[in-house]
């Protein structure tokens, strides 16, 4: 089975910390994924990478930046910690491919950022 | 800009019966690939069926199936025997196929089941 970890279920932070949220996976997949989930707006793409040292702007990337040294992982920062940055965060990863039947993208279980 | 829209926040079905999820979104690719998502209450999301534009079939898994209506820009999630383990929020996704991996949800629908 494929396994996508995150590196906390729960982080308080204050404002103006810079913030590192990892995610590792474990299935050597190209493709990572870093989403925001807040209520009434479901999921929003913030940044994501298909291959180590590449990263691509998603639909909200303002506020946040990306980190992809080693395959497997895919850290997202925050760098002056906002209030408005506190929500969910999901990461996932999936194979590159232009079928959907080998394009699943598989969801680590997030991280509760409170930014206070 | 694509975008999905799940106009029912909430919905409550009975253990055993049927209920459908609604799903609409807009775009003017001809070729794309729609999905359903289920967030349990622990939170990993885990992929629940899929649907590829161009197949005039309609995706079933299971106990659940869609009702793809092209035209109409609608994709519904239709789950028959209702299970206590069905409770989750359900996410609908769209995928241009012309951008590999980007995909844009809904808002969701939380799905209570009721014993």
């Known amino acids: 089975d494929v396994k996508v970890t995150q590196s906390s279920r729960y982080l308080v932070k204050r404002t103006g910390e810079k913030v590192f949220l990892e995610c590792v996976q474990d299935m050597d997949h190209e493709n990572m994924f870093w989403y925001r989930q807040d209520p009434g707006l479901g999921l929003r793409l913030i940044y994501f990478s298909y291959d180590v040292k590449m990263k691509e702007k998603g639909d909200i990337p303002e506020g946040y930046s990306v980190s992809r040294e080693k395959k497997e992982r895919f850290s997202l920062i925050l760098e002056s910690a906002s209030t408005n940055q506190t929500s969910m965060y999901l990461c996932?990863?999936?194979?590159?491919?232009?079928?959907?039947?080998?394009?699943?993208?598989?969801f680590g279980p997030g991280t509760r950022l409170t930014v206070l | 800009a694509q975008t999905v829209t799940q106009s029912q926040p909430e919905m409550s079905v009975q253990e055993a019966e049927t209920v459908t999820l609604s799903c609409t979104y807009d775009?003017?690719?001809?070729?794309?690939?729609l999905f359903w998502y289920k967030q349990p209450p622990s939170r990993q999301m885990i992929l629940v069926i899929r649907q590829e534009a161009y197949k005039q079939q309609n995706a079933t898994e299971n106990r659940f199936s869609v009702n793809f209506q092209k035209a109409a820009k609608s994709f519904s999630l239709k789950i028959s025997d209702s299970q206590l383990g069905d409770a989750a929020m359900y996410f609908c996704?769209?995928?241009?196929?012309?951008?590999?991996?980007?995909?844009?949800f809904g808002q969701g629908t939380t799905l209570q089941v009721k014993p």
């Open positions: 996932a990863s999936s194979v590159p491919s232009s079928a959907p039947s080998t394009d699943t993208q598989y």
């Open positions: 996704a769209y995928r241009s196929r012309l951008r590999t991996g980007k995909l844009i």
């Open positions: 775009t003017s690719e001809s070729d794309y690939y």
